[in-house]
């Protein structure tokens, strides 16, 4: 039985920031952030908008009233929950309108954890291939205003349903994963930012992948000649890039070219957007599905994927016929219509973030979003839907 990607939606906010013009504020050489680490815009999230509605208006672009129906399981990975106890999922599934006869989760480990979602959800498929499971990656990084990790920021989600006979990937069975406990990254209960220790997390990432790439490597028999691609969690565009130049550093620089050509493909969304967390990834794949010129059915796609903490996870999947047919298209589109605010402006709504308080009424009117963050009454989070 074929399982795996059968549709694929994304999702975030109408705002960004330049880079350009953050690193000249920042009194930085704007090629530190433009080609150092390979982002171009950065998505600025409202206090409007959340892990929760992220989550549901990435839904909202990919599923049908047929979806609904087959959908009995719902993960959602995110480190920017909302709650310490009730799961992202449960307020995401009943904004969608989806059935009460499911399952609801969060899943938590950093950056990794839509791909936790994905294995798991392909396990449920296996047994119960007439349904349905909606798994989406959704955060809001967050570093701090001035801090060295603030142009790695972004926001946004990736939501996908797994299915049997996928329309457009299906996943293979081989997988290697690796885990350690470290502390290159880490957010404690009482903060809204992250703490990283930046260039031992970057090495840790690279040590991560030549791990689980040789050991799937060793475990399956396949070699790189045997991918058409090879995707990453792309924390900022120029970490991806360091870990192809290890994976092809062995070949004909010939060949080689073919594997840059992909990855410029698929960074293309991610430079416009920034960090996703654990949409990072699927954002990627997104981005090489509807730009890459050269893909074809039945091409292997190789993923890695990795979130701080440590846990690094590869795998493959075999693109699928009229895989194209079966995307939305919307990406381009969403991220052209955005509105570019300020430094000035970026700042005034990274500091208005809708945190701990009791109660508070936020002004939706200028956000376009189908699914928005109202507000807070007696520390209780209030949604609606457009």
């Not at 924390?235 to 994976?247: E, H, S, V």
């Amino acid at each position: 039985m074929k399982i795996g990607i059968d549709k694929i939606g994304f999702y975030t906010s109408h705002l960004y920031v330049d880079m350009a013009k953050l690193a000249k504020k920042r009194n930085e050489d704007p090629n530190k952030y433009l080609i150092g680490i390979g982002q171009e815009k950065m998505a600025v999230i409202p206090p409007t908008q959340d892990a929760v509605t992220l989550a549901a208006n990435a839904a909202d672009t990919i599923l049908t009233e047929e979806d609904k129906e087959k959908i009995d399981l719902v993960l959602v990975a995110t480190e920017s929950g909302v709650d310490n106890s009730k799961s992202s999922a449960a307020y995401v599934s009943e904004l969608l309108g989806l059935k009460h006869n499911i399952r609801t989760l969060e899943l938590k480990q950093a950056c990794y954890a839509a791909t936790a979602g994905i294995q798991l959800a392909k396990g449920h498929i296996s047994l119960n291939p007439h349904k349905k499971a909606l798994v989406i990656g959704t955060d809001i990084a967050r570093y701090g205003l001035k801090t060295p990790g603030e142009p790695t920021q972004g926001g946004g989600a990736v939501a996908m349903v797994i299915s049997a006979d996928p329309a457009v990937l299906a996943l293979e069975d081989a997988s290697s994963y690796y885990a350690k406990d470290i502390m290159d990254f880490w957010r404690p209960l009482s903060q809204t930012e992250a703490m990283v220790d930046g260039k031992y997390s970057a090495n840790v990432y690279l040590e991560f992948f030549e791990q689980v790439f040789h050991d799937f490597q060793e475990q399956t028999g396949l070699t790189l000649r045997d991918f058409t691609a090879l995707l990453f969690h792309l924390p900022y565009t120029k970490q991806g890039l360091k870990a192809l130049r290890l994976a092809v550093e062995n070949i004909d620089p010939t060949q080689a070219t073919k594997y840059f050509n992909e990855f410029e493909a698929s960074r293309k969304y991610n430079k416009l957007t920034g960090n996703l967390y654990t949409g990072s990834l699927y954002l990627s794949l997104l981005s090489l599905l509807e730009n890459s010129d050269n893909l074809q059915a039945g091409d292997r796609l190789g993923l890695f994927s990795y979130g701080s903490g440590a846990q690094g996870e590869f795998f493959s999947g075999i693109l699928q016929e009229n895989y194209r047919q079966h995307l939305t298209n919307k990406t381009t589109s969403l991220l052209n219509k955005r509105q570019e605010v300020s430094v000035a402006e970026y700042e005034k709504l990274f500091n208005s973030v809708l945190t701990n308080e009791k109660n508070r009424t936020l002004d939706t009117t200028s956000d376009p979003a189908t699914y928005v963050l109202t507000g807070i009454k007696d520390f209780k989070r209030q949604y609606q839907k457009k």
